[in-house]
């Protein structure tokens, strides 16, 4: 049976903050990217999702734990701030 080639990312742990939410999680960022930067995750062209993997998503007013959950894809346009966490 063929194998699919594995490409090697680099986890970062995020806070990713839309309208109503606080998704904390893990970005997958390219090996090659500059200094590992989420920047160059963020500014990509042709993508207009970014996937979150490990992720926790909270109500942004209550902080409310509303769901864990092991991969989510968040649209680019629905994103006010994303912070490294720490």
């Known amino acids: 049976m063929p194998t699919s080639p ?5 986890k970062l ?3 990713i903050y ?5 998704i904390a999680g893990k970005c997958h960022l390219p090996i090659e990217a500059y ?3 989420l920047t ?3 500014n990509e062209m ?3 999702f970014i996937p979150v993997t490990d992720a926790k998503i909270y ?6 734990l509303i769901k864990n959950q092991e991969c989510i894809v968040i649209g680019k346009n629905f ?3 994303v912070l490294p966490a720490e």
């Open 35 to 37: 200094r590992g930067r």
């Open 59 to 64: 109500d942004r007013d209550s902080n409310k």
């Open 18 to 22: 839309t309208s109503n939410l606080r």
């Open 6 to 10: 594995v490409i090697q990312k680099n």
């Open 79 to 81: 994103i006010e701030a």
């Open 46 to 48: 042709g993508y207009n």
């Open 13 to 15: 742990a995020v806070e």
């Open 40 to 42: 160059d995750l963020l």
